[in-house]
């Protein structure tokens, strides 16, 4: 079964910084393109950044551009999601997932919804 699995949340201070990764289990995620979205309580989940399969192309979402950095580590076959600068609105739960690669830009907005991982919590408060 195809599955992402995330790691690297935590409880951080606003400003602070956490590197979230994304690793494949059963499958190698080095020429997909991979997504990253977040759910906070009560609300939907959104797309927060996406990397092509050649890593020529990113996207982030308005609010976290110039603080999270979207790269991929192929030698480690993971996906990561350096998010610096955070905020209070930036707590959730952080999923990666599988997304469309159409003409080498990922789809934020075509997901593999066969591929959500359990998530991570990311905590930003004093």
């Known amino acids: 079964q195809v599955q992402l699995v995330e790691s690297g949340g935590g409880l951080v201070q606003p400003g602070g910084s956490l590197r979230l990764s994304c690793a494949a289990s059963g499958f190698n995620l080095e020429h997909l393109a991979i997504g990253w979205f977040r759910q906070a309580p009560g609300k939907e989940r959104e797309g927060v950044s996406c990397?092509?399969?050649?890593?020529?192309?990113?996207y982030y979402l308005d609010s976290v551009k110039g603080r999270f950095t979207i790269s991929r580590d192929n030698a480690q076959k993971k996906v990561h999601l350096q998010m610096n600068g955070l905020k209070p609105e930036d707590t959730a739960v952080y999923f990666c997932?599988?997304?469309?690669?159409?003409?080498?830009?990922?789809?934020?907005?075509?997901?593999?919804?066969?591929?959500w991982g359990q998530g991570t919590q990311v905590t930003v408060s004093s």
């Open positions: 990397i092509s399969s050649s890593a020529d192309f990113t």
């Open positions: 997932a599988i997304v469309a690669d159409f003409q080498d830009r990922c789809e934020i907005g075509a997901v593999d919804r066969d591929s």
